[in-house]
């Protein structure tokens, strides 16, 4: 890892961050992270397609050689109030080149606007339109950073619970798994996460699930799901994220049920790292694992 590329990407996060107070508006909190994120290189000459999933826009991303049923739905990050197909544009190039898949990027509604179950709804409405596209479950994996990473394993156990067949597998990068926060990394690491804090993600995980809402849930909160029959998963998390914690007991719960799971921690990692892969040694390295990994369970017909 470079030292120098990392200390380049935290520049930019804080300067987008100094610009932020508590009179700043949502909407421009979500324009200034689309920005950082678009700000650092994609992928040339990938294909853009837009499409409505079952009333759910999506947008379609393929590189040179990808294949049209190798299909990965990529849920992006932002703690559910953030983020969107637009902002994670370029990691899905990145992964459509280097795992020679076709991704999908679905705009899922967002909080305050929408509480769950919507965002949970919407990935259900997408796996479905996929499947009436044509695409065989052992076709499609699942993958999402952060808030993402949750939703992934949510709809994994939304379709187990109403008898559908499952993905071929799942991807999860820095996933936020646990909307109470117990985790010790929650604590410990607060210091050296750049990006997220404690009261953040506790006032994240309560908007999401709305002033009346069940934090304990476990399609909201996956950290307290059976993992029983779930396919394989791959997760990966950094060093320096108090979220560290979340992916360690969901890795250890999922192995403990019979899952084949493969984690990885990345000690100098921050939260979401993969999203600077246009100028981050690790992200790319990062996400060549993740093709390694779908190679081993899509299939190809």
């Keep these: 890892m470079s030292a120098a590329q990392l200390e380049g990407i935290l520049e930019r996060i804080a ?6 107070n508590e009179l700043t508006e949502l909407a421009t909190m979500r324009a200034d992270l689309d920005a950082l994120y678009l700000g650092f290189d994609g992928v040339a000459n990938c294909q853009l397609a837009t499409a409505c999933a079952n009333g759910v826009d999506v947008d379609t991303v393929s590189a040179p050689g990808a294949h049209d049923h190798k299909v990965i739905v990529l849920f992006h990050g932002g703690g559910f109030s953030m983020g969107s197909a637009r902002s994670h544009r370029h990691l899905a190039q990145w992964l459509s080149s280097i795992a020679a898949c076709t991704v999908v990027l679905p705009d899922y509604r967002l909080v305050p606007e929408h509480i769950y179950p919507a965002q949970l709804d919407d990935a259900s409405r997408v796996y479905d339109w996929l499947l009436d596209q044509g695409h065989y479950p052992d076709e499609i994996a699942i993958a999402g950073d952060s ?9 994994i156990a939304h379709l187990q619970n109403s008898g559908r067949p499952l993905p071929a597998c799942a991807c999860l990068m820095s996933p936020w798994l646990d909307l109470q926060c117990k985790g010790e990394s929650y604590r410990t690491l607060t210091d050296q996460d750049p990006v997220a804090t404690h009261d953040m993600a506790l006032g994240m995980g309560q908007a999401y699930v709305g002033d009346d809402g069940c934090l304990t849930d476990p ?3 996956p950290i307290l799901l059976d993992f029983d029959g779930f396919p394989p998963l791959m997760i990966q998390s950094g060093g320096r994220e108090i979220f560290l914690d979340d992916a360690r007991t969901v890795a250890d719960c999922a192995q403990k049920a019979g899952v084949t799971v493969e984690f990885s921690e990345w000690p100098e990692m921050i939260h979401q790292w993969h999203l600077y892969a246009g100028v981050l040694e690790d992200a790319r390295r990062a996400i060549h694992a993740q093709a390694e990994f779908l190679a081993r369970y899509l299939r190809v017909r």
């Excluded at 300067?15 to 932020?20: D, N, R």
């Excluded at 808030?147 to 709809?155: D, T, V, Y």
Aim: proline letters at 0%.
């Design 147 to 155: 808030a993402g990473g949750g939703l992934s394993l949510a709809l």
């Design 15 to 20: 300067q987008m961050q100094s610009g932020w």
């Design 219 to 221: 399609l909201a909160s």
